[in-house]
């Protein structure tokens, strides 16, 4: 028996063996110039494909830094000069933002509290309305969450949150939006 590289050659050796030992001729004919497969019977596309990740997997490394390479060639490696973080500022909200967040302000300061100043930082209403600076803004927010019904520490005066409300409301429509 001859030993080859291909294994699948090997099996059909012994297959042909096994059928001769049989009494039965086995002839197979692995060239056949209508096929366009190979001899195990795939097609040349999915034969390359099975070779690539192949290579792949004995050569991972080398591949995963060349792929590394070819991202940061387009990528730029410095920052510009003079970038600053981005300010969020009151400018920043929109209009439509600003109303939204004033009628949650009117309609439960508790939720505003919640959902807009402590969970992403904008505690405009607060800081406008009730001229808080930022840090005390968060720090009544975070009395007004921690705290039971029964204290009322979330009770803001309604007159100054309805005063600032309309006049936001005023000047939007100065401005031409229609909130």
């Keep these: 028996m001859m030993w080859t590289t291909q294994p699948f050659i090997l099996l059909l050796c012994l297959r042909v063996e096994d059928g001769q030992a049989f009494g039965r001729t086995v002839s197979i004919n692995i060239h056949s110039p209508t096929i366009s497969s190979t001899a195990l019977g795939i097609s040349k596309q999915l034969a390359q494909k099975i070779d690539e990740y192949y290579y792949y997997q004995e050569h991972k490394k080398e591949v995963d830094e060349k792929a590394q390479q070819r991202i940061l060639q387009y990528l730029d490696p410095h920052l510009p000069m003079g970038l600053d973080a981005v300010d969020l500022t009151v400018a920043a909200l929109t209009p439509t933002q600003r109303v939204r967040d004033t009628k949650l302000v009117m309609k439960n300061p508790k939720s505003y509290c ?5 969970a992403t930082g904008f ?13 005390e803004a968060r720090q009544f927010c975070s009395e007004c969450i921690i705290s039971d019904e029964e204290d009322h520490l979330c009770d803001v005066p309604e007159g100054s949150v309805h005063e600032y409300y309309n006049k936001l409301l005023e000047e939007n429509r100065k401005k031409g939006f229609r909130l």
């Design 114 to 118: 919640q959902d807009r100043c402590l």
């Design 123 to 135: 505690c405009d209403i607060f800081e406008d309305v009730f001229e808080f600076s930022q840090e």
